[in-house]
């Protein structure tokens, strides 16, 4: 397994381009299961997760091709409306396809993907509501079997805020007879790009961002092309390694518009954060102070604190001035960094959902080991202002949702390198 290597003391400085949204591609990629013609997607990142869902799709009958962003997905000979365990287990996300082959094919069988490494992370909401909408649903050996002769409109409302949840359950709205309204919706911007993507291909769908969708059912969507949004989870994660470095950085491809809690906080932090709009184009520009200052965090479903950004924050604390506390509630247990963190020579103390940090002078590099995509992001941030060297272990985790990191931080004047363990 490769593990990245990285020399702290760099201030960052300098340009990065950031990439289309691992977590609204995900969900796109599924809604070309939706129509028997050509969806051709643009600005699709380059990851593992990707890379997983498109197996999944072509193990289906879903001819795909992909050349560096550019995607594009021809459902017309689906034929094993089919998620099996093995790749399922790689990739939660896998869940997507339930609602789109339930609605278009009138049957799915998905492997429940099972647990993570952050939560249970059951998919109780995504099964109620495609049984609302008059899928048979069963449970068994592991899988979920839904058929129905045509999904009907229904009201659904989901016990909590679900991002895929609201995602699954949209995109089988969009071809069920009747009106369905999804109250208690997720407003994620990756669920207003899914719907954006959705209604360029015929569906009738308003209300997406708030927290009720209407969605009234057509007989068939058509083809069409849809570029991705940037990523707003990698541009915080970019910014806030220009943060703790004390760098400056312009991010290119991106708005702040989907970060305003983000942003607030990083600017209490200290930080001088400016929004570029160019014809065609938009760029955030960071300035960071030289120490950060502590800032506090709660995690909530959008437009509140994403929970994404929780363990990068945590990394930011470790060194800031002062001391902070971070409460997570969306998932049980996304604490799993800050044990690691601790091995940097982190003060962190976790009560339940609860994280009380109080911000060192400086951290020592050692080797560490990522348990999860996000934990992954807030040690490599970490490592660049540790002293010395620190090895991060397991990054398989890291290449699920960040582009050529290294990279793209080497270009910012990191000293990051990859090994081959
Ligand atoms: C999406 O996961 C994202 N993944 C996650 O990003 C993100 O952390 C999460 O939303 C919250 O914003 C993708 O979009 C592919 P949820 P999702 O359903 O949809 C509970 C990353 O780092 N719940 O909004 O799986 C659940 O256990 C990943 O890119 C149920 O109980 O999250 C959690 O506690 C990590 N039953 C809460 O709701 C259900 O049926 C929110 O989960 C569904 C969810």
Not at 177 to 190: D, F, L, S, V, Y
Not at 281 to 301: C, F, G, H, W, Y
Not at 302 to 316: E, G, K, L, R, S
């Amino acid at each position: 397994m490769d593990r990245l290597v990285v020399g702290g003391g760099a201030r960052l400085n300098g340009e990065v381009a950031i990439s289309g949204a691992k977590n609204a591609a995900l969900p796109i990629l599924c809604a070309a299961l939706l129509t028997r013609e050509t969806l051709e997607l643009t600005n699709v990142p380059e990851l593992n997760d990707i890379g997983t869902m498109l197996k999944l799709l072509e193990q289906m009958g879903v001819r795909v091709s992909r050349e560096e962003d550019r995607v594009s997905l021809d459902a017309g000979g689906l034929h094993n409306p089919v998620a099996p365990y093995e790749l399922v287990k790689t990739m939660r996300a896998s869940i997507l396809v339930l609602g789109p082959l339930t609605a278009r094919c009138g049957e799915a069988r998905v492997s429940l993907p099972g647990g993570c490494a952050i939560g249970a992370r059951p998919v109780d909401q995504h099964i109620r509501g495609l049984q609302a909408m008059g899928a048979e649903i069963g449970v068994e050996h592991g899988y979920v079997q839904a058929r129905t002769p045509r999904l009907r409109g229904a009201r659904l409302f989901t016990d909590m805020v679900t991002v895929t949840g609201t995602e699954n359950l949209m995109m089988a709205a969009c071809l069920a007879q009747g009106e369905t309204i999804i109250e208690n919706a997720a407003r994620e911007p990756e669920v207003v790009d899914l719907a954006r993507c959705l209604v360029s291909m015929g569906a009738r769908i308003s209300g997406a961002g708030t927290d009720v969708i209407h969605i009234h059912g057509v007989d068939r969507l058509h083809g069409a092309r849809h570029r991705v949004m940037p990523d707003r989870i990698e541009t915080g994660t970019f910014l806030c390694a220009a943060a703790i470095t004390g760098g400056r950085v312009r991010l290119t491809g991106t708005s702040s518009g989907y970060l305003d809690a983000v942003v607030d906080k990083l600017m209490d932090a200290g930080c001088e954060i400016h929004s570029e709009k160019a014809p065609g184009s938009e760029s955030i520009l960071i300035q960071a102070p030289s120490r950060l200052k502590a800032v506090s965090i709660r995690t909530a479903p959008y437009p509140a604190f994403p929970t994404d950004m929780q363990a990068q924050f945590m990394a930011i604390n470790c060194v800031a001035e002062g001391s902070a506390v971070i409460r997570e509630t969306i998932f049980e247990n996304r604490f799993m960094h800050a044990v690691e963190l601790i091995r940097l020579g982190a003060e962190i103390q976790i009560d339940g959902n609860t994280a009380f940090i109080i911000g060192a002078e400086r951290l020592q590099g050692a080797t560490v080991m990522a348990t999860d995509l996000r934990a992954s992001a807030s040690l490599v941030l970490a490592g660049l202002v540790a002293e010395g060297e620190t090895h991060i272990e397991r990054i398989y985790h890291l290449d699920r949702g960040y582009e050529r990191i290294e990279q793209k931080l080497g270009a910012l004047g990191a000293q990051i390198r990859r090994e081959q363990a």
